[in-house]
């Protein structure tokens, strides 16, 4: 009896110790488990969620960094002395001259040395040093400037750099994760993250004619330094230029923008291939579709950017588009803003045919456009046609709107001003020539031609920004 006792007593302990065994391998460990990954996701800069990996940013950033170069520029500037006895010897605007640097990003986009950077980094620089992220540092040359979508474009002379491949801009999200690397107040290589915070933001930041906004707005930090630097997605794909921040105080406040992908390279191919954009424009002037022109229209949906105005001999007028009709896509991707409209367009040359659908008297249409350029055919225009720069001022081919407002038929439009006889001569952003030395002027080209390459400069004949008209004798 006692040896069964016995037995019975070890047969329930050793029960008792397996479903003892058992409880804390099944729900005790897992719970300590459990707190152990909360204590350890607490610390760590990213939590991934159920059933999601962590994000790693390191393969981005290292596949990164090494093609983001610093650009610095140089350049000098005349400080005028206000001495009519001073400028009667000296000459006008004669003045103590300083030289004052600058500097911004870059971005290398070939294994050869070209480099992509914003055009207000470079403007009016007279000289240009690039320093790569292994300290070694370079000349670089300017091949092409698009005041329009603020990008410029520079070479250096080196082989087997590291570059960055072009991203998908169209491709990304809202929310999407996203790097911005540059050189804030000069300090090299530095990595910020973000997310997409919005798409195609137009903020009216350029003066330039033609210009296109449609930029990727992040919550990645960027700071005097960044603009030119390259904003890529966690797969180290360039998927824009970043460009500025939206702040009350000039300094970074949650807010990022950079242009996107889909501009740049259509820019960059373009200043490579003909030294200047071509741009196949429609001959249009367009608006959002507000909730009023919505209600006016009898739309059902406040979609689609409104045609106010046709030009009559432009492309969309030959097409059979009318004032009045609502562009809702283009080459069937919908559009539903004027910065989206723009950048889609601007993605083809004159000659270029797209297909337009739109809404008119609440019917549906499509048509087919042949875009053309400025001059109002389907040519390729010549380097200068668009801008350029003489006697120190960047000029750009004036918009056939402008032309109607002035009631004009030909003129340049000065677009940034640097030290020359422009400036001299007091002449600003937003003047339009009209002659030079009593030849008419449509281009840079012929600002050169009509005063032998700029070395004469007897008269100008134009209109200030606000609409007077001038003209000036000049001494020389």
Avoid at 368 to 388: F, W
Wanted: contains cysteine; negative net charge.
């Amino acid at each position: 009896m006692k040896a069964r006792s016995v037995i019975s007593t070890l047969l329930i302990a050793l029960t008792g110790a397996i479903a003892g065994l058992f409880i804390y391998t099944r729900f005790l460990d897992r719970q300590d488990d459990s707190a152990m990954t909360q204590k350890t996701n607490e610390n760590a800069t990213y939590t991934a969620l159920p059933g999601q990996e962590p994000i790693d940013f390191t393969f981005a950033a290292e596949n990164t960094v090494h093609a983001v170069v610093h650009v610095k520029i140089k350049t000098t500037v005349n400080y005028g002395i206000n001495n009519p006895l001073y400028e009667f010897f000296y000459g006008q605007g004669a003045g103590t001259k300083r030289e004052v640097q600058g500097y911004g990003s870059g971005v290398i986009i070939s294994r050869d040395g070209y480099i992509v950077t914003n055009n207000h980094v470079i403007d009016e620089a007279d000289d240009i040093e690039v320093v790569l992220n292994d300290r070694r540092t370079f000349d670089a040359e300017v091949v092409g400037r698009d005041p329009s979508t603020d990008i410029a474009l520079i070479k250096i002379k080196a082989e087997d750099l590291p570059c960055v491949k072009f991203g998908d801009s169209d491709a990304i999200k809202l929310g999407q994760w996203v790097l911005a690397v540059g050189n804030p107040f000069n300090l090299t290589s530095t990595v910020t993250a973000g997310i997409i915070s919005a798409k195609g933001r137009n903020l009216n930041l350029l003066n330039a004619d033609y210009r296109i906004e449609s930029f990727i707005q992040t919550d990645a930090a960027l700071n005097q330094g960044n603009s030119g630097g390259a904003l890529v997605n966690v797969n180290g794909e360039l998927i824009g230029i970043t460009s500025a921040i939206y702040s009350p105080n000039g300094a970074y406040a949650g807010n990022s923008f950079a242009v996107p992908s889909s501009i740049v390279k259509k820019v960059v191919e373009d200043l490579k291939q003909y030294g200047e954009v071509q741009r196949g424009l429609m001959g249009v002037e367009i608006e959002d579709v507000t909730s009023d022109i919505a209600k006016e229209m009898k739309m059902s949906e406040i979609k689609g950017v409104l045609l106010r105005n046709v030009n009559g001999d432009g492309a969309a007028a030959a097409a059979g588009l009318e004032k009045g009709d609502v562009i809702l896509f283009v080459n069937d991707q919908a559009v539903s803003t004027t910065s989206e409209l723009q950048e889609k367009i601007n993605r083809y040359r004159p000659g270029d045919k797209v297909k337009i659908g739109y809404l008119r008297k609440g019917k549906n249409g499509d048509a087919e456009v042949t875009l053309r350029n400025a001059a109002g055919n389907t040519e390729i225009v010549a380097p200068g046609s668009y801008s350029a720069t003489v006697f120190g001022a960047s000029v750009s081919q004036v918009s056939a709107r402008v032309l109607e407002q002035y009631n004009i038929d030909n003129g340049v439009m000065i677009t940034s001003v640097g030290e020359g006889r422009f400036k001299s001569l007091g002449l600003g952003r937003g003047t339009i020539i009209i002659s030079i030395n009593g030849q008419k002027v449509s281009s840079a080209t012929d600002i050169k031609k009509a005063s032998d390459n700029e070395k004469t400069l007897t008269s100008v004949e134009g209109f200030t920004p606000d609409g007077t008209y001038f003209k000036l004798q000049t001494r020389r």
